[in-house]
């Protein structure tokens, strides 16, 4: 799969689904139950114990019924050895230009952390297939919509805050995708083996990111 078919992908989903300190173990039937639902990108996170041998194993079970990422990349190297595993785009919680250069190059979708406008746009021009506005919580989604303004040409994905109270909202404001950690993938949901309650969240998260469409 292609940078080009990554991004179509995780435009038309609309969610990034964050594995963070998800159980290794139980990442496949996590995976399938998302996918289930109708979330097909499901981002690990680097900072999860067994991130690099999740990303493989996710890999190799769904092949291309789902883009496998990694989030909380810190460094080029850690881009490196995400690719290596099986990475098909690579989230930051920040604004490394490296890491985006790196990604463009290697033809992998890059999604890079900004909250402040000249951030954001320094992202976009440095080759970013999307920005990440983290966090976006304390904003809301005003924020998204008065940056978008003077920046339309950026596709923003609001990450850290996102909930079923407001998704509609960021998706109505403008943001290409939401990306949802522990109120889609509750770990403790996971350790529990509740696929079904993940799998009911994702179907409401989707459901939301279409309401938010057909007001924009």
């Known amino acids: 799969m292609n940078r080009d078919e990554v991004v179509a992908r995780t435009r038309s989903t609309g969610i990034i689904a964050i594995m963070r300190h998800t159980e290794a173990t139980r990442a496949i039937e996590t995976a399938e139950a998302l996918l289930g639902a109708g979330v097909e990108i499901v981002e690990v996170t680097m900072n999860t114990a067994g991130a690099l041998g999740m990303i493989a194993a996710l890999g190799k079970h769904f092949g291309d019924r789902i883009v496998v990422g990694a989030g909380t990349v810190m460094s080029v190297d850690a881009a490196r050895e995400a690719v290596d595993a099986g990475a098909q785009i ?10 985006v250069v790196y ?3 290697s033809g992998i979708a890059v999604v890079p952390g900004a909250f402040t406008p000249t951030e954001i746009f320094r ?8 920005v990440k506005v983290f966090p976006a919580g304390p904003v809301g989604p005003r924020y998204i919509k008065d940056v978008l303004a003077p ?20 998706i109505r404001a403008g943001a290409a995708a939401l990306g949802l950690g522990s109120a889609l993938v509750d ?5 529990e083996g509740k696929y079904e309650q ?13 309401v938010g469409r057909a007001k924009q």
């Open 151 to 170: 920046l339309n040409q950026v596709s923003l994905i609001p990450t850290g805050g996102v909930n079923l109270d407001n998704a509609a909202e960021f």
């Open 90 to 99: 690579l989230v930051s919680p920040h604004l490394d230009v490296d890491i």
């Open 123 to 130: 992202g976009w021009s440095a080759g970013a297939s999307f």
């Open 187 to 191: 770990p403790k949901l996971v350790g």
């Open 198 to 210: 993940i799998a009911t969240a994702a179907r409401g998260f989707r459901a939301a990111v279409q």
């Open 103 to 105: 990604a463009v190059e």
